[in-house]
Nanobody
Framework: QVQLVESGGGLVQAGGSLRLSCAAS????????MGWFRQTPGKEREFVAA????????IYADSAKGRFTISRDNAKSTVYLQMNSLKPEDTAVYYC?????????????????WGQGTQVTVSS
């Protein structure tokens, strides 16, 4: 069993920055891959970014490339999503997720556990 708790969401103006955090507990954090997803009402949950167990490999959705950075601190059992140059279309509930067995998590079907989500609102 893994518990994930996101934090760091909020209201920001377009062009601003936010850093999301996701604290994990329940199993050895360094043994599983992590990812960030987001969802808006009426739409499917979409992939944003993913990071490997060691943190040495990352992958991003096209919408996040060049603006978002995923990182992890295995000593703190925490994964981060630094979001810069935010746009109104980034407004969504952001979720972190984990896969216990896969080396990479890039679709919502890959996830074994989800956090409760944190709201990000970008005003124009």
């Amino acid at each position: 069993q893994v518990q994930l708790v996101e934090s760091g969401g909020g209201l920001v103006q377009a062009g601003g920055s936010l850093r999301l955090s996701c604290a994990a507990s329940g199993r050895t954090f360094s043994s599983y891959a992590m990812g960030w997803f987001r969802q808006t009402p009426g739409k499917e949950r979409e992939f944003v970014a993913a990071i490997s167990r060691s943190g040495g490999s990352t992958i991003y959705a096209d919408s996040a490339k060049g603006r978002f950075t995923i990182s992890r601190d295995n000593a703190k059992s925490t994964v981060y999503l630094q979001m810069n140059s935010l746009k109104p279309e980034d407004t969504a509930v952001y979720y972190c997720a984990t896969s216990l067995n896969l080396v990479r998590i890039t679709t919502r079907h890959d996830a074994d556990y989800w956090g409760q989500g944190t709201q990000v609102t970008v005003s124009s």
